[in-house]
């Protein structure tokens, strides 16, 4: 079954090499790479199996052992993530080739956004099933350079000048991530990330500290957390749907697993939980108030982006069990629901013509299909009952409860107004676009409208396009998803609470990939002793 | 573990110009202080590989004390390449922001002057390139309030 672990990311690869040599053949590379995502879904869906029955799956590339060999390791956070990327990707891949079919090539060019676009794919994956440092920068660097092209893709002056402030960014924290990684292998000697956590209780604890900020600033930058957010809602929206859409979904949720790696399994012993409580509660009460100051739909989506990665750095900040747990079912259920908005908020620009919610009326008699599939997803973003972001929710909060501290306390206050103010952003949204007559639209008065500040740059009105049935359906099928995450919750928080278990204490790790090995000075680096 | 100091420095001073220049306006300046902050963390890495030494190749009589680490060159190779392709992505995306603004600046986000415009309550000559005479009287006004302020507050201590 290990063989299976590399294959994640050799068949986007392929894909994308596929999409390269097929060129002009616009059915082809089509047909290439949605294979491709639906091979990866495939095998996911096995290495969650088989990862849910025995525990992990480690793969020593080219038979290397350990610590010299690169490591890669899927286990039941891996895998789980693994397999909702690929759900997303390929939903998003079927969207934008129905955008493409409809609309020509302009929006998403076909010969460089599939190829771009699947090894995009490849990075995430690698980032997931990374099992060392370094190889985990190495993914973060493929999905990040697919990034910047797609940010940028057709190169208009808006996309150009979002672009620039996003890709700076980005070089910044990956330029500090590899200083820590530079600084980790001074200090430790290896990068391999079980070895890093075998090896690092050795070290001072100040020494500790300096490497474990290092690190949390570079993934926090990715994962935009409160003060390293500002480039997000400003440089996201601008790009084509689709790919505003995955960035949404996935993107930052690889910051997040990131964390999530770094807090469990690297620095288990270096405790900076408080101050990362803080970072979160500031998180999501920043980001909604932002939300709620937006007319532009898309906009207004970065924001609650930004706010509700708030609630997985607070589960994470929880140091238990149960709040990791509860954080795994977050990012899935986030995944999904904050994709599937986007994908009805692009399905909203071509029906409407415009993503203000000062401009838009009458929805939801011109286009029924559309305001249900935005609804659904909407109302799971705001945390009602019984969809998933409401089970989310309140496994976080449960997780929290069970540590009595008026820090939580507080931070679950935070969390609660700010799944009401999502609700309330959301349901404006609502009673603008959907549910407000389209007569009503040039002399309606409304205090709810008149503090609100428009997407910059000139206003553009677009003529209404009708969505192909390919993009209403791929969009339909990811609502569908998020739906059957409430059906199928408690099977999912089963497997959530075991990642969670698994992260529980650094050990379980650490003997995946040394087996046989319980203390640090058993692992033979003399020489020879990596040969295959 | 050993570093050579003369490494060190030359790190320091790559970081130190290379921070200021990517604070600049310029994207060409941005793109230069890119390239030093990159290549002062590949010598962070070659610093954090310890004592040099022979090259790593292990053949009859070289003894493994003597070879240098070869694992923080293979990270610096690998790092060398992606910087390779990241400033040949941002020099073509600095010539795409020229040709489309004659600039060679980040372009102003429209929302920021916006909310500069409101506080300062200045009218939309800022905006336009083709007022610059009254920019600068405007500046002039600016600054000879601001003169006016300061010196008030001196009377008054």
Known sequence: MTALVPLVVILPLLGAAGALIAGRHTRLQRLVTVAALV???????AL?????????LVMTVGGWEP????????????ALMLIISAIVLLAVLVFSVGQGMADGDDETPVSIYHPTYMVLAAGVFNAFIAGDLFNLYVGFEILLVASYVLITLGGTGARIRAGVTYIIVSLVSSVLFLAAIA???????????????LRMQDLPSDIQLILHVMLLIAFGIKAAVFPLSFWLPDSYPTAPAPVTAVFAGLLTKVGVYAIIRTETILFADSDINEALMVVSLL???????????????????SFT????????????????????????????????????????AGLVERQGGSTSINRLGGLLRSAPVIAVLFFIPALNLGGIPPFSG???KLALFRAGAETPDVLIWVVIAGGTLTSLLTLYALARVWNMAFWRQESEVETYQSSLLDQLSEAPGPAQQQESRNSPALMTWSTAGMVAVTVSLTIFAGPLYGVSARAGENLGNPRTYTSLVFPNVVDESQIDVSEGSGQP | MTASLTLVIVMAVLYATGVYLLLERSLTRVLLGFLLVANATSLLLLIMAGPDGLAPVLDNGTEISQIADPLPQVFVLTAIVITFGVSAFLMALIYRSWRLSKADEVIDDAEDLAIAQRDANVEAELLDPDHQD????????????????????????
């Open chain 2, 134 to 157: 009254q920019e600068v009287d405007h500046l002039d006004e600016l600054s000879a309030a601001h003169d006016l302020a300061e010196t008030g507050e001196e009377e008054k201590q």
């Open chain 1, 390 to 392: 409401f089970i989310g």
């Open chain 1, 39 to 45: 091979a990866v879904l495939a095998v996911s869906v």
């Open chain 1, 183 to 197: 600084l980790i292998y001074g200090a430790l000697g290896t990068v391999n990330i079980a070895h890093i956590s």
């Open chain 1, 48 to 56: 969650l199996i088989e990862v849910d029955r025995q525990g992990a």
């Open chain 1, 305 to 344: 982006l930004v706010s509700h990665i708030g609630y997985m750095i607070f589960g994470i900040a929880m140091g238990t069990v149960a709040g990791v747990g509860a954080t795994i079912f977050y990012i899935v259920h986030h995944i999904t629901v904050q994709t599937t908005l986007f994908l009805a």
């Open chain 1, 67 to 78: 610590p010299f060999g690169i490591s890669l390791v899927v286990d039941r956070l891996s």
């Open chain 1, 283 to 301: 998180t999501m009460v920043v980001g909604i108030l932002g939300a709620v100051a937006q007319a532009d739909i898309k906009r207004l989506l």
